[in-house]
């Protein structure tokens, strides 16, 4: 997957050298180096290997479901009135209030098993359905729990800016003071918050109120990431991209100006077509002046109880194509490279590349396209995480 090479960075009868987790050696098997003769030898005559993949944007760890609010949709009851009701994000914050730490370890398990299950070597979780300092903070615990249960990397984002629970209706302000803020001091203070992210639409919070939580994580060293122009525009990539943010996510409404503003400060846009199908929404994100400005596009599932209850990250490579109008190269590269940019780790992850770690999907295909290509069938052959064998 590295850009400088041909479609997909792809060798053919290619070979690689794992040491210590890390790759060493990559090339054409016929000019595999003598020293690695001595390696244990793996054969995966057949088969195509990619890295690792990663889904760079899930709300995994939630408790209850939003069942009902599908039907409603069904019924044409939009998210936005169900939001207003009490539904949406504050059905779920209740629900996941309730769960004690050790019940959502045990719930979000199997939808991180069933990412796993696709190649996903690296996942990033999110905060956001607690609403309570102490009930965000049992969130982040959670997902470091998950972190140690499963051979994955686990990357933690703090979005106690979600929206505003009943507590502090009409005090928005206070509610980011108060939880917002006073919570996100707290989990940097445990070391359990990688970002920290929010949510700027007019259902959730302001450009104004977001930039105070901006400030407060600049100060804390921490990067930024926002969910913005999901419903209208309020400008909030073009604030984003002023703070330097890793990633502004979903973008139906994004504009011109702000696809310019992420053009020059190099900020990925995070595709999340799961979302964009869920909702039924008629906008889609303006794949292809994205595309004209050159700004590097990450897919992602948002798995999620009530707007995107998606946890395939195969099927969330296929919507980006089918529905979004991605190559499938480009939504290979969404879920790899671009999706290591995200996230901040691109050094490390997302490439075939010596230097890098050995997070490996080994598929039971004969070209990279046919990972977007198919809808709910499965390829994996093995996943390699840290250059150990991981199922």
């Excluded at 928005?172 to 359990?192: K, N």
């Excluded at 696809?259 to 909702?279: F, M, N």
Aim: contains cysteine.
């Amino acid at each position: 997957m590295e850009r400088d090479k041909n479609p997909y960075g792809l060798i053919p009868d290619a070979a690689l050298a794992v040491t210590d987790g890390m790759i060493e050696w990559i090339g054409k098997q016929d000019a595999v180096p003598s020293p690695y003769d001595r390696y244990e030898r793996v054969d995966l005559t057949g088969m195509t290997v990619t890295p690792g993949l990663i889904d760079c944007h899930t709300h995994i760890v939630f408790g209850g479901d939003r069942v009902h609010e599908f039907e409603l949709r069904l019924q044409g009851t939009d998210y936005q009135h169900i939001a207003k009701e009490g539904g949406g994000i504050l059905s779920t914050m209740h629900a996941t209030r309730a769960a004690s730490e050790d019940e959502l370890v045990q719930s979000s398990l199997p939808r991180l098993d069933a990412l796993l299950a696709e190649g996903v070597c690296m996942v990033e979780v999110k905060s956001g359905y607690g609403l309570r300092v102490q009930d965000e903070l049992k969130m982040m615990r959670v997902a470091r729990r998950l972190a140690a249960m499963r051979p994955v990397r686990i990357v933690t984002s703090w979005l106690a800016a979600h929206a505003v629970p009943p507590e502090y209706d009409r005090r928005g302000d206070a509610f980011i003071e108060e939880v917002v803020l006073a919570g996100l001091h707290q989990a940097h203070a445990e070391g359990i918050v990688d970002a920290v992210d929010g949510f700027c639409d007019p259902i959730a919070f302001s450009p104004a109120q977001v930039t105070r939580i901006f400030e407060v994580a600049k100060s804390l060293d921490l990067p930024v990431r926002l969910h913005t122009e999901q419903f209208a525009n309020l400008g909030g990539a073009q604030m984003a991209a002023r703070y330097g943010a890793l990633s502004v996510d979903h973008l139906e409404y994004l504009d011109r100006e702000g696809i310019r503003a992420l053009s020059e400060s190099g900020t990925v846009a995070v595709l999340l077509p799961g979302a964009y199908y869920t909702l039924r929404q008629s906008q889609a994100p303006p794949v292809q002046a994205l595309r004209d400005a050159n700004v590097p596009m990450a897919v992602a599932t948002d798995g999620n109880p009530g707007s995107s209850p998606l946890f395939s990250i195969l099927t969330a490579m296929n919507m980006a194509c089918t529905l979004l109008r991605l190559t499938p190269e480009e939504a290979l590269a969404g879920t790899t490279v671009e999706a290591a940019r995200v996230l901040g780790l691109q050094d490390h992850y997302g490439t075939l590349s010596v230097g890098k770690r050995a997070d490996l999907a080994v598929w039971d295909i004969r070209h990279p396209a046919e990972l977007a290509y198919r809808i709910g069938f499965n390829p994996l052959k093995m996943r390699v995480n840290g250059g150990a064998h991981a199922g």
